[in-house]
């Protein structure tokens, strides 16, 4: 079984956030996403998010796509991630390009295409219109 992992918010969840777990399930058998806290989105990412983690995590835990949802609660997780649940791919979307090629000397890392015209910032931005 080729397991997956991807990192994110998921906070107002669109299609662009489908498209990628879309993608990311495409390149295994088995996703799981790390799912960032509202503890580490405030105290590492300077964000505050609309919805809590609890119903963002029933949200994601929704879509066909992912098979498990895991707590990201700090930057250096990562790797202890890759080790514990056995991961051969890390994806992620390619505005992080580069950044966590440490992680190919435990897996292959893959930078997805954005889809373009969508972001969370961007619908924050219309609403506030």
């Not at 890392?109 to 015209?117: A, C, D, I, M, S």
């Amino acid at each position: 079984m080729k397991r997956v992992i991807t990192y994110g918010t998921f906070d107002l969840l669109h299609y662009g956030h489908i498209n990628l777990l879309r993608r990311a399930k495409q390149l295994g058998d088995y996703l799981i996403v790390a799912l960032s806290t509202d503890e580490f989105n405030k105290n590492e990412k300077n964000k505050v998010c609309y919805f809590p983690y609890e119903k963002r995590k029933a949200l994601l835990e929704s879509i066909r796509f992912v098979d498990l949802v895991i707590p990201e609660e700090s930057w250096d997780q990562k790797k202890t991630d890759v080790a514990l649940y056995h991961i051969d791919t890390f994806v992620m979307g390619d505005d992080w390009e580069g950044k966590f090629d440490f992680l190919k000397e435990q897996c292959e890392v893959v930078y997805l295409p954005r889809t373009k015209e969508i972001s969370t910032t961007k619908i924050k931005t219309d609403l506030q219109k």
